[in-house]
């Protein structure tokens, strides 16, 4: 998706008041009256609608007319309301260059307060194969007031959450700097993620080092759930390692925790074998080929016991984990992303 920034500048402060309105209509509406949109912007009669026409023309809104007159957020216009909101924080000052494209998420380059490249991470759940977006959107609708866009909010405040708790505890990942809805932003790092490294010099010191970190985080209660070479980045000066990725993290109590490690494990193993042609388990430098979630589990004074004082409860986590079901199933039917997933009801995070 792309994201029309410059638009932002061409945006009045009764548009973002219209946008707004239509977020907090979708906490209880799939598509929000007209007359809600006219009733909570507080515009002066006849106001909203050419609003509407100036956001419609952005790509901000979809209306949709079949059962009664009335509009949603797109993702784009998600966007605008938190960078907005980053930008009047002072977090940010601009949005660059997209940096890469996700399954469920985009990445740009951005500017922050005093003109530090940071790094700015959009959550788009719901954006997978046409199959599953159906799939979902049925899930969501059989008495779930959850949406892609109330979804992707809580896997930005998970990330941040995660990433905060993990960088204060002297793990090698980035600096949360802040996050609003489906918005994070983090601090820029310099490096390659791994599976764009053509060679790796030191393939057992790297080894031992990916390994080291997964039961560091399991010593302080998490499972990554996504430990891979996408998710990794490297520095071409020194192979000094940086985790990224967060939105997937369990705590070592799930009921899945082992098998989630394991995988986590086997990814990591697989990759040396297969892409960079090193076998780590004919390396005697090897330290641990398979460690076992058991002997560095803590299941005391663990992180996302500590993460509920955050805003990251218990029903997030499983709302989360309800969706990454729902997706997994389908992941061995298909492949493909589809835009058309950002349709439900919403909730308002707001401006604070």
Same mark, same amino acid.
């Given at each position: 998706?792309?994201?029309?920034?410059?638009?932002?500048?061409?945006?009045?402060?009764?548009?973002?008041?219209?946008?707004?309105?239509?977020?907090?209509?979708?906490?209880?509406?799939?598509?929000?009256?007209?007359?809600?949109?006219?009733?909570?912007?507080?515009?002066?009669?006849?106001?909203?609608?050419?609003?509407?026409?100036?956001?419609?023309?952005?790509?901000?809104?979809?209306?949709?007319?079949?059962?009664?007159?009335?509009?949603?957020?797109?993702?784009?216009?998600?966007?605008?309301?938190?960078?907005?909101?980053?930008?009047?924080?002072?977090?940010?000052?601009?949005?660059?260059?997209? !940096?890469?494209?996700? %399954? +469920?998420?985009?990445?740009?380059? $951005? @500017? =922050?307060?005093? &003109?530090?490249? /940071?790094?700015?991470?959009?959550?788009?759940?719901?954006?997978?194969?046409?199959?599953?977006?159906?799939?979902?959107?049925?899930?969501?609708?059989?008495?779930?007031?959850?949406?892609?866009?109330?979804?992707?909010? !809580?896997?930005?405040? %998970? +990330?941040?959450?995660?990433?905060? $708790? @993990? =960088?204060?505890? &002297?793990?090698? /990942?980035?600096?949360?700097?802040?996050?609003?809805?489906?918005?994070?932003?983090?601090?820029?790092?310099?490096?390659?993620?791994?599976?764009?490294?053509?060679?790796?010099?030191?393939?057992?010191?790297?080894?031992?080092?990916?390994?080291?970190?997964?039961?560091?985080?399991?010593?302080?209660?998490?499972?990554?759930?996504?430990?891979?070479?996408?998710?990794?980045?490297?520095?071409?000066?020194?192979?000094?390692?940086?985790?990224?990725?967060?939105?997937?993290?369990?705590?070592?109590?799930?009921?899945?925790?082992?098998?989630?490690?394991?995988?986590?494990?086997?990814?990591?193993?697989?990759?040396?074998?297969?892409?960079?042609?090193?076998?780590?388990?004919?390396?005697?430098?090897?330290?641990?080929?398979?460690?076992?979630?058991?002997?560095?589990?803590?299941?005391?004074?663990?992180?996302?016991?500590?993460?509920?004082?955050?805003?990251?409860?218990?029903?997030?986590?499983?709302?989360?984990?309800?969706?990454?079901?729902?997706?997994?199933?389908?992941?061995?039917?298909?492949?493909?992303?589809?835009?058309?997933?950002?349709?439900?009801?919403?909730?308002?995070?707001?401006?604070?």
């Amino acid at each position: 998706m792309k994201l029309d920034a410059e638009a932002l500048r061409h945006l009045s402060n009764e548009h973002f008041r219209v946008l707004t309105a239509i977020e907090m209509g979708q906490r209880n509406h799939e598509i929000v009256p007209l007359p809600l949109i006219d009733q909570i912007a507080g515009l002066r009669r006849g106001g909203t609608h050419k609003l509407l026409r100036d956001l419609g023309r952005h790509k901000l809104v979809h209306h949709d007319g079949t059962k009664y007159d009335g509009y949603r957020l797109t993702y784009q216009g998600y966007d605008f309301l938190a960078i907005k909101t980053l930008v009047r924080r002072g977090v940010l000052t601009a949005v660059g260059r997209l !940096l890469g494209v996700g %399954k +469920e998420s985009d990445i740009f380059e $951005a @500017l =922050g307060a005093d &003109g530090e490249v /940071v790094v700015l991470k959009l959550h788009r759940l719901g954006r997978t194969s046409f199959r599953s977006v159906r799939k979902n959107r049925d899930y969501l609708r059989r008495g779930s007031h959850f949406s892609w866009l109330y979804l992707s909010r !809580l896997a930005a405040i %998970k +990330e941040a959450a995660f990433m905060r $708790a @993990l =960088g204060d505890r &002297g793990f090698p /990942v980035p600096d949360a700097i802040d996050q609003n809805r489906h918005a994070v932003v983090m601090s820029h790092v310099e490096g390659y993620p791994l599976v764009q490294v053509r060679e790796v010099r030191h393939p057992a010191q790297v080894f031992n080092e990916l390994m080291a970190i997964l039961c560091r985080m399991a010593a302080v209660g998490l499972v990554h759930c996504d430990y891979n070479e996408f998710n990794v980045l490297v520095s071409r000066e020194d192979d000094a390692i940086t985790v990224i990725d967060f939105p997937q993290m369990v705590s070592v109590t799930h009921r899945n925790a082992k098998e989630l490690f394991d995988r986590d494990v086997e990814c990591i193993i697989r990759f040396f074998r297969r892409k960079v042609g090193w076998d780590p388990e004919s390396d005697p430098d090897v330290k641990v080929l398979r460690p076992d979630l058991a002997d560095y589990a803590a299941t005391e004074h663990s992180v996302d016991r500590e993460l509920h004082a955050s805003g990251f409860k218990t029903k997030h986590q499983e709302a989360l984990e309800a969706y990454e079901w729902r997706r997994g199933s389908d992941d061995e039917g298909g492949s493909g992303d589809d835009e058309s997933g950002d349709e439900g009801e919403g909730e308002s995070e707001g401006e604070e």
